[in-house]
């Protein structure tokens, strides 16, 4: 696999939306390949950052009580 | 109408799905209260269709379409129109970083605070930022957000796609901003 063949497909990696072919191609290339490694942990880390930026909001607890006496 | 006790385990069972809702609801519609209007007329919504939702489906991705089908009703009147994201172009943040020499490139990342990068997705555009809320921040599968949205796995990965080199704009920008990264000339992340 090219790198610009693995940096198509590193989206849908980190994604976990390959097959499972696909990603061991995916993964083979990563190991022999510093460079996208780099690529790799860097696009992983920036999901996870999105990720924990904005699941901190969660239902206030009065608003979880109301809907549960609305639906009851 | 359910009997009793199948609508309390139907609605127990939906509240496991309130954090989805609400944090969906608050980043759509940027405002607490009308989130939690949104939200609560979603919930009313699913009790009344309880009899639609397939058991052993996926009743957070059901839900999260009832709420985000209600946004575009009330908040946009269903009009789906959006802004393109085309004209940035190509943009990789970590080859940007690369290409100016900060090394590791990841520790920018640890210096953009939380608030940032929730700024960042709150600029996209709304079915830009649908798509990163169900895929990034909730961890559905491409095909169970392209299911939510009603719209093909390959409209998904494309929305994806814009909306993460819009979003990396963002957060390059306001590194820059910031001082966390010098364009032209950095060799390396300063420390704080």
């Known amino acids: ?72 | 109408m359910a009997e009793p006790a199948a609508q309390t385990a139907f609605a127990e069972e939906a509240l496991t799905h309130l954090d989805t809702l609400y944090r969906g609801a608050l980043r759509l519609t940027h405002d607490p209260d009308q989130a939690q209007d949104l939200v609560q007329e979603a919930y009313l919504r699913a009790l009344r269709y309880q009899h639609s939702y397939q058991a052993g489906t996926n009743m957070r991705a059901w839900l999260f379409a009832i709420m985000r089908n209600l946004f575009w009703d009330r908040f946009k009147g269903s009009r789906k129109e959006d802004v393109s994201l085309d004209d940035l172009g190509e943009f990789v943040l970590f080859e940007k970083l690369r290409d100016e020499g900060a090394r590791p490139e990841a520790d920018v990342l640890d210096k953009i605070a939380a608030s940032e990068v929730v700024s960042a997705v709150d600029k996209l555009p709304p079915l830009h930022r649908e798509v990163v809320l169900l895929v990034d921040v909730e961890g559905f599968s491409y095909k169970d957000a392209a299911d939510t949205l009603g719209v093909p796995i390959g409209t998904v990965m494309s929305r994806l796609h814009r909306a993460r080199q819009q979003l990396q704009k963002s957060l390059y920008d306001y590194a820059v901003e910031s001082g966390i990264v010098r364009p032209g000339g950095m060799k390396q992340v300063p420390q704080t």
């Open chain 1, 1 to 72: 696999m090219r790198c610009e063949e693995c940096s198509d497909k590193l989206d849908r990696y980190v994604d976990r939306e390959l097959n499972d072919t696909e990603a061991l191609q995916v993964q083979l290339h990563l190991e022999g390949c510093p460079d996208c490694m780099d690529h790799y942990e860097f696009e992983a880390h920036l999901k996870r950052l999105v990720k924990h930026s904005c699941d901190c909001d969660t239902a206030p607890k009065a608003f979880r009580e109301k809907l549960r006496q609305i639906l009851s």
